[in-house]
């Protein structure tokens, strides 16, 4: 959908939001009343209390979201009041009724005060929503650096691990290319970093071809303080010294281009107000995330193992159970423990938010909340949430799955084999002569050579293939949906790749090969059954010479 359409879209949605709050004012203004009325009749205000202020409540976070700042402020003010009686037990006075119904007739009169322009319902800036959304899609590095041997050796190198690139020998001739296409990160020799303010100008126009920066990688024959400083003035995120460290750039692109759109943060709103998590909904859909509202507590369950969110956002008030119990159900279920929890209230009580951080909470927001400071506060509770997750399930070295994850998806893998009929194939990769990579280049030059088949790996099969390191230099990949014929077409074509690339060392560089052993379902029904025939057809391979691949369907 063009940004045009969407954002017209989106003030349709608010505009409705902030009539149908309008138009249901006047109700829940009518049923705080009743309540009020019932409750002095009844005589017993501490069974009553609660449910009268929560209503009060639910005006006081909402009311100056939609325009009526007065109405929310007396709101407050009378939520405070009734918290406090709450608190000591519930016991009404002749002087608390009385106050009670004064505050109840200033709310009422405050409510025909309506603020348009004091409205905390609007978009977020285009900058908070742009930082969580989807990066640009772009296609190539720009390197920048006169013709030479490193510089075709860098193009080829990089193109072994999915980065197209394209060669130019001027910062003018870059300049001119983005405008017809905008790069994924600008290689720049430093020899084109002249002390002359053009070259600055114009490293500064590339840079700002989109609303983020381009990320910029300084390549120079010196490290000298100098030149460092002069490449960070200009925008340099990195700075790499000759002869390169090809591991060490693909790392650092890796770290700083986002090679796949990234999957939306999943937040789940569980909050009795209908129209305020409709608002809260639609602010975070505009930032590009997914979001399941939930209004009644009591029916969290369902939503929450199919929803499986990132962060959950709460009130802490609500009927059946408040936001402190529900978040002490959560918390029991092990799934949930490192799931951020993030309280909504319009009160700013010190005391609750000491108890709901001791029940698992890991913020308290307190409403109205603008729109930046919830998407990027929830964005960033998101992130982090997923961080964890993936440092639980991944190996350290490469960020493929542990062998105890990868067990867990095999077992996943062929079960939805068993019930859709699909093929599934099983393959083991292991690095040849490894142990004699380690003694003579030693055990850094090892890891490396281990990240880098990891990495291509990645770059190869990306999901729903599965990746995983099954110990030491040995990895284990998941083909669903792969028979096994093409399977080891596609393992020849890796296994040729990485015998290509060059491992850099103290005074040159090392290559080093891989061998392969597939096994497919059917044939091998079970996860036990089709790990052990991938692990003798590995061992054909080896047998056989290494630097190949095997399967023991005799296939090849």
Known sequence: MPPEARLALLQDQLNLLRQQYARRLPDRLEDIVTSWQALRNDGSPVALLPGLHRAVHSLAGSGTTFGFTAMSETARTLEHFLHSIIERGGALSAEHEAQITVFIA?????????????????????????????????????????????????????????????????????????????????????????????????????????????PIIFIADH????????????????????????????DKLDVLISHHAPVPYRILIVDDDEILTNYFSQTLIQAGMTTCVVNDPLTVTVPLSEFRPDVILMDVYMPGCTGLELATVIRQQETYVGTPILFLSAQASMENQ??????????????PIAPDYLISWVASRAQRSRTLRFLMAHDSLTGVFKRSKLTEQLVLAVA???????????????????????????????????????????????????????????????LPDTPLKPAIDLLEEISATFAQIRHPIDHGDFSVSV???????????????????????????????????RALSGLT
């Open 106 to 214: 200033r709310l009422c009169e405050s409510s025909q005060t309506y603020e348009p322009h004091a409205a905390q319902l609007a978009f977020a800036s285009e900058a908070v929503v742009a930082a969580v959304s989807e990066p640009a899609t772009q296609s190539q590095i720009f390197i920048v650096a006169a013709p030479d041997a490193w510089v075709t050796d860098l193009a080829n190198q990089l193109s072994y691990f999915g980065y197209s690139s394209r060669l130019f020998a001027g910062l003018d001739e870059a300049h001119v290319a983005s405008q017809a296409a905008i790069p994924l990160a600008l290689l720049i020799d430093h020899a084109h970093l002249a002390a002359d303010a053009t070259s600055t100008a114009m490293i500064a126009a590339l840079r700002q071809r989109q609303a983020f920066p381009i």
């Open 223 to 250: 490290g000298d303080f100098a030149s460092r400083l002069a490449a960070a003035q200009s925008g340099g995120r990195a700075y790499f010294i000759k002869p390169l460290d090809i591991g060490a750039v693909i």
């Open 354 to 367: 000491l108890m709901a951080i001791g029940l698992g909470a890991d913020d308290f927001l307190q409403k």
């Open 416 to 478: 939805h084999a068993t019930r859709s009929g699909s093929p599934l194939t099983l393959a083991m990769l292991d690095i040849d002569h490894f142990k004699t990579v380690n003694v003579t280049y030693g055990h850094l030059a090892g890891d490396r050579a281990i990240k880098r088949l990891a990495r291509l790996l990645q770059q190869q099969l990306p999901a729903p293939n599965v990746i995983g390191r099954y110990g030491g230099e040995e990895f284990v990949v998941l």
């Open 515 to 549: 061998s392969c052993g597939l096994a497919s379902f059917p044939e091998h029904a079970t996860p036990t059954s089709l790990n052990h025939a991938a692990d003798q057809a590995l061992h054909a391979a080896k047998r056989a010479g290494r630097n190949c691949v």
